[in-house]
């Protein structure tokens, strides 16, 4: 049962327009979701997060944006650069997941392709 | 540079053969985790230290163990690795309930 899903496994965007990264989520006890980027042979990069009780959350290039009712995130990258070419993760946590841990729970991921 | 450091990033091991992987950080962060991610799946919590609290998820093989011996280090052992173990290895560490902090990630084949 996959409480995080990431529905797109890539994306192509062209230099310089909107990159929209999509993101659902099943479990309503989710209260911190969070993205991340990856490249190739490479941890995870932390890049944004928002709490449940806030709808928006911007830093620099990056936006997210949380819809409660319709457990649905997205990142918005712009613009978009070469750089920003990686798979993109959407995790969520709850106090009360792993155990009673703070663990994260992933979607499969969006491979994100910025043409020139 | 404060970060989360793996080694060895790249583990070929022998089927049954045990196998040690090793994190270490110097953020000084109280909680540290471990995550399995197979070829084009999602990352999956293994299991977590909160300080010297030790928390299994319910879904981990007991193949699969832990050990925290101070702040800074964290390591897994695979006591019995098999085929199906071959995945990256990723360990983060957080202090606050927002972002946590990953490494590059260790690279285990199984032979």
């Known amino acids: 049962d996959q409480q995080v899903k990431q529905n797109s496994p890539s994306l192509s965007v062209q230099e310089g327009r909107i990159s929209i990264l999509n993101c659902d989520y099943t479990?309503?006890?989710?209260?911190?979701f969070l993205w991340y980027k990856k490249y190739p042979a490479e941890g995870p990069t932390f890049l944004i997060s928002?709490?449940?009780?806030?709808d928006k959350n911007e830093d620099g290039r990056f936006t997210v944006f949380l819809n409660k009712s319709a457990k649905h995130l997205s990142l918005h990258i712009v613009p978009s650069q070469p750089g920003d070419s990686a798979v993109y993760f959407c995790?969520?946590?709850?106090?009360?997941?792993?155990?009673?841990?703070?663990?994260?729970?992933f979607g499969k991921g969006t491979h994100l392709i910025i043409q020139p | 540079d404060a970060m989360v450091i793996q080694n060895p990033r790249y583990q070929v091991t022998q089927f049954g053969k045990p196998v040690t992987l090793s994190c270490s950080q110097t953020?000084?962060?109280?909680?540290m985790y471990w995550y399995q991610q197979k070829s084009s799946q999602a990352p999956k919590l293994l299991f977590h230290?909160?300080?010297?609290?030790?928390?299994n998820e319910a879904d981990t093989p007991d193949n699969f163990q832990s050990r925290r011996p101070n702040t800074s280090f964290c390591f897994l052992d695979i006591r019995s690795p098999g085929l199906g173990d071959a995945a990256m290895y990723l360990c983060?560490?957080?202090?606050?309930?927002?972002?946590?902090?990953f490494g590059p990630g260790t690279r285990l084949t199984v032979l």
């Open positions: 983060a560490t957080s202090y606050r309930r927002d972002t946590q902090y």
């Open positions: 953020l000084n962060h109280n909680v």
């Open positions: 479990n309503s006890m989710f209260d911190y």
């Open positions: 995790a969520a946590s709850t106090e009360y997941s792993g155990g009673g841990a703070d663990g994260l729970t």
């Open positions: 928002i709490s449940s009780i806030k």
């Open positions: 230290y909160y300080d010297k609290d030790f928390n």
